[in-house]
C-alpha cells in the first residue's frame, strides 16, 4: 500500500493555559469561588485552589506546567510498557522547560509547518478538569468559563491564519449563559465549541445533555450549524466512588484504578442519552465529535442502541444506529483497532487527533503514519484530513 502524503487535519492538539487565564477576567468579588493561586510551603510550588478547595487529585500536578513532559513520552507505556516503568517514572525522566509554541499561536504555527498539518483543533489542557470541581457553584462556573472564552480570544483568537482553531469551553449549567456564550464566540468566528462528556449539573440538578430544557442551545447550534467537540474531562462518573483515593485518569501510577480502567464509560453515556432524548431527531443539523475518548466503547454502543430500537419501537421515527452514525464522528486513540473503527462508522465519520503536545498522545503528528494498516489510501485522506476540515466549516441550517 502507498504510504500517505497528503495534508493532515490533526483534530486534537493542545495549548497549555497561561497563568492568569482562569483569572484574568474574573470580578475581584468572584475569585474566591472560582480560581486562585497559592503556594504550598512544604514544596514551594504553585497550586490552584477550585471554589476555595485544592483538589486531592492535583496534589501530583504542576499546574504552571513548567517544567513539562516531552509530548508523546507515554507512548510505550500504551505499547506494551516493554521496560515495567510506571507513566509517572517514564514522565518525570522526560521533564524539560516549556515550549514557546504551547502557549504562543506563532511559535504554534511555524511548528506546524515543521510538522505538515495543513490545520488543528487545539483544546485546552486545564479548562476541561475544572467544572466537576466547581459544578455545585453554577454561577461560578459560569463566570469561570467566560473569563477563560475571554482570555482564549485575547491570547490565541478562536481562528488564527485559518490554520489553528481553538476551542472556547461551554457548559449548560446555565442555559441562558450558555446560550449567549455560543452567540459571542461565534461572533469571533468560533468553528468549534467543546464540552465535558458528563450529566449537566444545573441549579435544579443534574441533567442528560439532551433534556428538553436544553433545546434552545442546541437550536442555536444546529441554526449556526458549528461542530461540538466531546473531550474527555474529569467527572466523578470516572469512578461512581470505587476508587475514593485514587482517581488516576491516565493510568500513571503503581497500581491500576478503576478510573482509568473505565474511562470510556463517560462518553458512552453522553452519546447514548443524545439519541436516547432524541436531541438529533429535533435538531437534525447537529455534528458531534468525540474526541479523546478512544474507540474501545463503540461495539458495544452501537449493539445496545440496535437492541434499544427493538424493545422501544415506538419511542424513535428514525433508526438510532443510523441516527447516530449520521450526526457523530468517533476520533479513535492511535493504539485503537482504526480499521474496526472504519468498519463500524464508515471512514467519513472517523478523524485522527494526535494530542500533540501531551505526553500519553503521539511524539510527532506524522507517527500515525506507521499505524495504518489495511487502511486505503482514500480513507487514509478522509480520516487525516477531510473529515475534520468539513467539520471545521460552519454548516448553517
Request: charged fraction near 25%; proline fraction near 6%.
Amino acid at each position: 500500500m502507498a504510504a500517505y502524503e497528503g495534508p493532515i487535519f490533526d483534530a486534537d492538539n493542545h495549548f497549555y493555559e497561561a497563568h492568569d487565564a482562569f483569572t484574568r477576567h474574573v470580578p475581584e468579588k468572584m475569585q474566591s469561588r472560582c480560581v486562585q493561586w497559592i503556594t504550598v510551603e512544604r514544596n514551594a510550588r504553585q497550586y490552584q485552589l477550585v471554589g476555595g478547595r485544592l483538589d486531592a487529585d492535583m496534589t501530583n500536578a504542576n499546574p504552571t506546567f513548567d517544567p513539562i513532559s516531552k509530548p508523546g513520552v507515554l507512548r510505550e507505556l500504551f505499547q506494551g510498557n516493554p521496560e515495567g516503568k510506571t507513566g509517572r517514572e517514564l514522565m518525570r525522566s522526560s521533564l524539560e522547560p516549556l515550549r514557546p509554541e504551547y502557549m504562543d499561536p506563532e511559535a504554534r504555527l511555524a511548528v506546524m509547518d515543521e510538522q505538515g498539518l495543513d490545520g488543528a483543533w487545539l483544546f485546552p489542557t486545564q479548562a476541561v478538569l475544572l467544572e466537576e470541581q466547581i459544578k455545585h457553584d453554577v454561577t461560578a462556573s459560569c463566570v469561570m468559563f467566560d473569563a477563560f472564552n475571554r482570555w482564549l480570544a485575547e491570547d490565541w483568537g478562536y481562528n488564527f491564519k485559518d490554520r489553528i482553531f481553538t476551542a472556547p469551553y461551554l457548559t449548560l449549567s446555565d442555559v441562558d449563559w450558555a446560550c449567549e456564550q455560543l452567540d459571542r464566540v461565534l461572533e469571533h468566528d468560533a468553528r468549534i465549541i467543546v464540552m465535558r462528556p458528563s450529566a449537566v449539573f444545573t441549579r435544579d440538578g443534574p441533567r442528560n445533555p439532551g433534556d428538553r430544557v436544553f433545546d434552545q442551545f442546541w437550536a442555536r447550534v444546529n441554526e449556526a450549524g458549528v461542530t461540538v467537540a466531546v473531550h474527555i474531562g474529569s467527572t466523578r462518573h470516572d469512578s461512581n466512588g470505587y476508587d475514593r483515593h485514587n482517581r488516576d485518569m491516565l493510568g500513571l501510577g503503581s497500581r491500576p484504578s478503576i478510573a482509568n480502567f473505565h474511562r470510556s464509560r463517560n462518553i458512552n453515556d453522553f452519546l447514548a442519552s443524545l439519541v436516547f432524548d432524541l436531541a438529533f431527531e429535533r435538531f437534525p443539523n447537529l455534528r458531534v465529535v468525540s474526541v479523546e475518548n478512544g474507540s474501545e466503547f463503540l461495539p458495544g454502543l452501537l449493539r445496545a442502541l440496535g437492541k434499544s430500537k427493538q424493545r422501544t419501537p415506538r419511542h424513535y421515527t428514525d433508526d438510532p444506529v443510523d441516527v447516530f452514525r449520521e450526526h457523530v464522528w468517533i476520533n479513535p486513540f492511535w493504539e485503537d483497532d482504526m480499521v474496526e473503527i472504519i468498519e463500524l462508522m464508515g471512514a467519513n465519520h472517523v478523524t485522527y487527533g494526535s494530542d500533540w503536545p501531551h505526553m500519553e498522545g503521539m511524539g510527532h503528528p506524522r507517527d500515525i503514519l506507521g499505524e495504518l494498516d489495511g487502511i486505503s489510501e482514500a480513507d487514509q485522506h478522509l480520516v487525516l484530513h477531510d473529515n475534520a476540515a468539513g467539520l471545521n466549516e460552519l454548516r448553517p441550517a
